[in-house]
């Protein structure tokens, strides 16, 4: 699967059936070639031309399936939110 693919999918978090919004972008390991988390905008916060920007960093271990259309995540949202 490519990054690009991934982008179009909606990631959903299973522990409060909410809609997070789709990755932005992807963190790997470089030595690897491993992914290790994907990085979700919160909704709302577009570019940060309204407030902070904010994002979830998810990594590839809380993902617990992805499908054709969405990603299912299994995350306290409030721990892997980054404020910058």
């Keep these: 699967m ?4 991934l982008r179009q ?3 959903i978090n299973v522990c409060s059936c ?5 990755p932005l972008d ?9 992914l290790t988390a994907i990085i979700v905008p919160v909704p709302g ?3 940060g031309l309204f407030g902070p920007v904010s994002e979830y960093v998810i990594p ?7 499908g ?3 990603i299912l995540v299994e995350i306290k ?8």
């Design 68 to 70: 054709e259309d969405i």
């Design 26 to 34: 992807v963190e790997f390991d470089c030595r690897t070639g491993n």
């Design 45 to 47: 916060k577009m570019c």
């Design 77 to 84: 949202e409030e721990k892997f939110l980054k404020k910058e």
């Design 9 to 11: 999918k909606e990631v």
């Design 60 to 66: 590839f271990g809380c993902i617990r399936q992805i």
């Design 18 to 22: 909410r809609t997070l919004g789709c």
């Design 2 to 5: 490519r990054v690009c693919e």
